[in-house]
């Protein structure tokens, strides 16, 4: 089947209630929004309970959507994934908003943006975070923040298929963002990968007391992630770490040796 609105991807985390699932689908198919993926459902997601809920052509929907084991599955092949979220702090920092994501990701090569929203009662953990980014926060009342799942669904994506189908939309700031001519855009797989070399690299050169590595990473994620990175540019990036872990003495003939072994004197030191 060829996506009606190609460039977004509906993901749902562990969802628990097939009604919320049932009415998702009747989402997708409102915004006729093809690929969507379910992550270690908590139920039984094809119930008669969720069919109530996909009236319609969503009963198709319901039938043929993607169910995986993690997140890192089912966002692995998109250029960004957009986590949605309530909660703002130190490790949850919102850097965008529902309307700008038409003009984040807009560009001439295509891309897939995945769209990702927690499990209703706990939203996405930290651990999920790590999959995601970009976090964008829905603004709602103070006495009555949270939203049906269903409900911020449609709230998001309402906008986006908007933007979509307006053949004159665009905006300078979305021109300025195209990615230049030759370069593919990173995956979030690559971008996966980028972060886990530079989080051997930081316990390679001592930044590993108090959970250092972890703390940098959030600001090392932000920066690559919301920067429009290439595969052309992860490869270079990488290549100069892996060059400064064999002055190290921590990458031997192209594999990562013990973190321990023929470390020089001084690089275990603790400096942040």
């Known amino acids: 089947m060829t996506p009606h609105f190609p460039r977004y991807r509906l993901v749902l985390v562990s969802p628990k209630f097939p009604g919320n699932i049932g009415s998702c689908a009747r989402v997708a198919a409102n915004f006729e929004m093809d690929d969507w993926v379910i992550v270690a459902p908590q139920c039984t997601w094809d119930t008669p309970e969720a069919l109530k809920f996909a009236t319609g052509i969503s009963e198709e929907k319901l039938r043929n959507v993607r169910v995986v084991a993690t997140l890192q599955e089912a966002v692995a092949d998109c250029t960004a ?5 309530r909660r703002d702090g130190k490790i949850r920092k919102i850097n965008t908003r529902v309307h700008d994501i038409p003009v984040l990701f807009q560009g001439s090569s295509p891309s897939k943006v995945a769209l990702v929203f927690g499990n209703e009662e706990t939203g996405l953990t930290f651990e999920e975070l790590e999959s995601c980014t970009h976090l964008c926060s829905i603004p709602t ?12 669904v449609a709230v998001v994506t309402a906008p986006l298929y908007a933007a979509a189908h307006e053949e004159s939309w665009q905006s300078p700031a979305m021109t300025a963002l195209q990615p230049d001519t030759g370069f593919t855009p990173a995956k979030v797989a690559d971008l996966d990968g980028l972060m886990q070399h530079v989080r ?22 932000g920066f690559f992630f919301r920067s429009r990175i290439t595969r052309q ?12 872990q064999v002055k190290l003495g921590t990458r031997l003939r192209g594999k990562r040796t013990h973190p321990t072994e023929n470390t020089p004197e001084g690089a275990q030191s603790s400096d942040t």
Request: net charge positive.
């Open 200 to 221: 051997e690299f930081l316990i390679d050169i001592g930044m590993n007391k108090g959970g250092n590595p972890e703390r940098i990473l959030v600001l090392f994620r």
């Open 81 to 85: 994934s957009v986590g949605f979220t």
């Open 141 to 152: 009342s103070d006495a009555m923040g949270s939203m049906n799942l269903s409900h911020a």
């Open 233 to 244: 540019e992860i490869r270079g990036v990488r290549g100069v770490i892996s060059k400064a």
